[in-house]
């Protein structure tokens, strides 16, 4: 089985010989992949939908996987135990939705030794939502697929600082690791901001020119950060 990029790196991450949770699995690649390759020991499919999650058992079944993959219907980490795996995966959700996936669960979240999220929106806010609930970053990726990148959170239990607010922007660990892809996505970010400035800089209500001076400070640390890379 030969995943895409995303996938291909967030099964990268997943710790050797793990027990894991794929949450919303869709069509179990990535699960499949995980035990074809000897990373995982045992993993759990879940979806909140019958539709995704019959997607999965018929892959799952196609492969003769189904003696170390199960199955679950359910919304997020409630079809999970307390103690039942050590690594879960959330991919390809919100940001906000991640949070609230974890808010929700806690009694499973804290017998969880690794997360591995991707969020497809709002990475900031839930880098911020890490610092104050006590979540500490302990790797972070880039993949990419066309022009698209996708940011993969390595996540423990534990606290942690983040120094300036635009490594919620930019995860702190991607400029320590030299990422592949970390001057081609800080030049994106910086393309975004500028047209977003562009955008509001002739208007005149006092929502755009908070949103016209946020652009510049971003902008101003985004440039400082490209000189350090």
């Known amino acids: 089985m030969k995943l895409n990029s995303r996938l291909k790196t967030i099964s990268e991450l997943v710790p050797k010989e793990s027990v894991v949770a794929d ?10 992949y995980l035990i074809k390759n000897k990373i995982a ?7 909140i939908n019958i539709g995704p999650l019959n997607n999965a058992e018929k892959t799952i079944n196609n492969y003769g996987m189904e ?3 199960e199955t679950r219907l359910g919304n997020g980490l409630r079809a999970i135990k307390p103690g039942e795996i050590d690594t879960a995966i959330i991919a390809g959700m919100g940001g906000l939705l991640i949070r609230d996936i974890l808010r929700e669960s806690k009694e499973v979240v804290d017998t969880i030794k690794t997360f591995i999220f991707q969020p497809m929106i709002a990475q900031d806010e839930l880098r911020k939502w890490f610092c104050k609930n006590n979540f500490k970053i302990d790797n972070e990726r880039l993949a990419k697929e066309g022009n698209k990148f996708y940011e993969i959170l390595v996540v423990s239990r534990g606290e942690m600082t983040i120094k300036d607010s635009i490594y919620y922007e930019v995860g702190m660990k991607l400029i320590e690791n030299n990422d592949p892809y970390i001057k081609e996505f800080v030049d994106l970010k910086l393309k975004k901001y500028s047209e977003i400035l562009k955008n509001v ?3 005149n209500s006092i929502k ?6 946020e652009c510049k400070i971003k902008i ?10």
């Open 23 to 32: 949450i919303g699995t869709d069509h179990a690649y990535l699960p499949v």
């Open 41 to 47: 020991k045992r993993v759990i499919a879940a979806d």
């Open 67 to 69: 003696k170390y993959i």
């Open 201 to 203: 800089e002739e208007e």
């Open 208 to 213: 755009a020119k908070e949103k016209y001076l």
């Open 220 to 229: 101003k640390k985004l440039k400082e950060v490209k000189k350090c890379l």
